[in-house]
């Protein structure tokens, strides 16, 4: 006879840690994840141990996935504030003494060699819904005026490192939550219009612009150039182009249903750079075609409605505005890395989600995901 004071078995015991996750979140991740190993084997399997690391960073976003989902919204608006300040407190290091590579200063060594702000990419969001959960119910212009300072300092100081592809990330995660928090359409209107004409302007004097070599206020040299790139890769075809063109020419000769599983000539003759990293997108499209590339679009599009509609029924302004800006980040990772590799958007180094390979980005994931969760489950424990 069994003894009743006998422990139940560890199924039971874990079972409390995993009530309430949103299992049509998870089930959009699990897509995602099976094409990025699917991809990372093809594109990585003779680079090194590019498949191996990258199941392993998977496993350690998965764990801190679990980790933060156990934390209540309650609790992840209390860190809110010292999170940020620490962040910009290691931007401004950086910016002192940081480590230079490649022509950028992006890293700091505090016992382990970090990248700071890649913090800013949960940290930003986070301080933008505790500022306007604060203010809940009396905002005021001012307010807003406050969180777009809150957002500029980190924004600017990741620029001058320069780091465009995470400022850009950085810079969509908090004015998602500024605009989530109800910003007039007057003031949104201005500099979208002002941005568009930018272009159109960008358009009509390339050859001033690009071909004279005339210094354009704001950007960086590179900077410079990659826009230029963008316009005409043909110009330099084996130099600043070739990345381009040559994610182009992998994607086109997909077809269809691609080459094939491990049958990709543009990818494994190594003419796709950064195969395993930002350009793993073109290699995916070679060898599964249009077919893949749908699959993979709905994942992110299944993943980024799943997020938007956890936002929607949040309890709290906090978990909302934190949802939203949490998803539309993912939105932005798969948007500009597929943009930029098929040659609609300039070259700035930010990965596909689940699939580039790179640790950093992905415990950035997990976490943001276990946020996802966190207020998921938060929503459905209150109801039961």
């Known amino acids: 006879m069994s003894n009743r004071f006998d422990k139940?078995?560890?199924?039971?015991?874990?079972?409390?840690?995993?009530?309430?996750?949103?299992?049509?979140?998870?089930?959009?991740?699990?897509?995602?994840?099976?094409?990025?190993?699917?991809?990372m084997y093809s594109a990585g399997h003779d680079h090194g141990t590019r498949f191996v690391d990258h199941g392993r960073n998977m496993l350690i976003a998965g764990f801190i996935l679990f980790v933060v989902a156990q934390i209540p919204p309650q609790r992840l608006m209390s860190v809110a504030v010292p999170l940020y300040a620490v962040g910009v407190a290691l931007l401004i290091a950086v910016a002192i003494f940081g480590l230079r590579k490649k022509g950028a200063q992006r890293w700091i060594n505090l016992g382990i060699i970090i990248q700071p702000s890649e913090i800013l990419k949960i940290a930003m969001p986070l301080m933008l819904a505790w500022w306007f959960q604060k203010r809940e119910g009396q905002l005021r212009p001012l307010d807003f005026a406050v969180a777009a300072v809150l957002l500029a300092i980190p924004v600017g100081l990741i620029m001058k490192q320069p780091d465009l592809g995470t400022a850009i990330l950085v810079a969509m995660a908090?004015?998602?939550v500024i605009f989530f928090a109800g910003l007039s359409?007057?003031?949104?209107?201005?500099?979208?219009?002002?941005?568009?004409?930018g272009i159109a302007g960008l358009v009509?004097?390339?050859?001033?612009?690009?071909?004279e070599g005339m210094n354009w206020p704001g950007l960086h040299a590179y900077q410079q150039q990659r826009v230029c790139t963008l316009m005409d890769p043909t110009k330099d075809p084996l130099g600043k182009g070739f990345h381009i063109i040559q994610g182009m020419i992998a994607i086109g000769s997909g077809g269809w249903f691609g080459k094939g599983f491990m049958q990709g000539t543009q990818t494994h003759l190594e003419f796709i750079p950064e195969r395993t990293t930002d350009f793993i997108f073109a290699a995916y499209s070679e060898e599964f075609g249009l077919a893949g590339n749908l699959f993979l679009i709905v994942g992110f599009v299944f993943l980024i409605l799943r997020g938007l509609t956890i936002a929607l029924e949040a309890p709290t302004l906090f978990s909302r505005l934190l949802a939203g800006a949490i998803t539309l980040i993912f939105f932005t990772y798969a948007f500009v890395n597929m943009g930029m590799v098929s040659g609609m958007l300039p070259v700035v180094g930010v990965p596909l989600p689940f699939v580039s390979y790179g640790g950093t980005a992905m415990v950035t994931l997990g976490m943001g995901l276990g946020i996802l969760m966190s207020i998921a489950k938060a929503k459905r424990l209150v109801q039961s």
């Open 204 to 211: 009509m004097f390339e050859t001033q612009l690009c071909e």
């Open 174 to 176: 908090g004015l998602s």
């Open 185 to 197: 359409w007057k003031l949104i209107v201005p500099p979208v219009l002002l941005g568009l004409l």
């Open 8 to 39: 139940p078995p560890i199924w039971q015991r874990a079972a409390p840690f995993f009530r309430g996750f949103d299992g049509l979140l998870a089930f959009a991740v699990f897509l995602l994840i099976c094409a990025g190993l699917v991809a």
